[in-house]
């Protein structure tokens, strides 16, 4: 194996976060943290794969959305054409990909991926939530299907 090859292997991807939250999912008993950790990794190798979708195909509309949701902040138009990702972090990006999809007419995908990210917020964020490990396996397995769907756009 070349070094470049180990060093690729070594870099954490996009499908990486989803596998880790199956590999969690299959474990005979689940912890509650394992639970919401799970939901989250999922959700990020959501939006990851998102964003890379919407980058390599739908450049032009994400950048018109990202001026028009910001209309008011002096944008670095040479950078956001550049799709620079330190630049992009700036921006509420988990918004303007549901309102990108939703206005390129994915609207099932566009309201699925707001309410999956709505899931992860609250095994982040809401500790009075009880959550169960079915409810989590079916979020987790909405995840991957979404994951399919985003990845075929």
Request: charged share 30%.
């Amino acid at each position: 194996m070349s070094e470049r090859e180990r060093e690729r292997e070594r870099m954490i991807t996009e499908d990486r976060f989803l596998e880790y939250a199956i590999k969690i999912m299959r474990q005979k008993i689940i912890q509650e943290e394992e639970s919401r950790t799970a939901i989250g990794r999922a959700y990020y190798s959501l939006y990851h794969v998102t964003g890379s979708v919407l980058q390599k195909k739908y450049s032009f509309q994400l950048i018109k959305e990202i001026q028009k949701a910001y209309p008011t902040k002096r944008i670095d138009q040479r950078r956001l054409n550049w799709l620079d990702r330190q630049y992009l972090r700036s921006f509420n990006l988990h918004r303007i990909f549901y309102v990108t999809l939703f206005d390129l007419g994915h609207t099932t995908i566009a309201f699925q991926f707001k309410d999956l990210r709505s899931k992860r917020n609250d095994a982040d964020y809401d500790l009075n939530l009880n959550s169960t490990e079915g409810q989590s396996r079916v979020i987790v397995s909405q995840i991957d299907g979404l994951v399919s769907k985003i990845c075929g756009l």
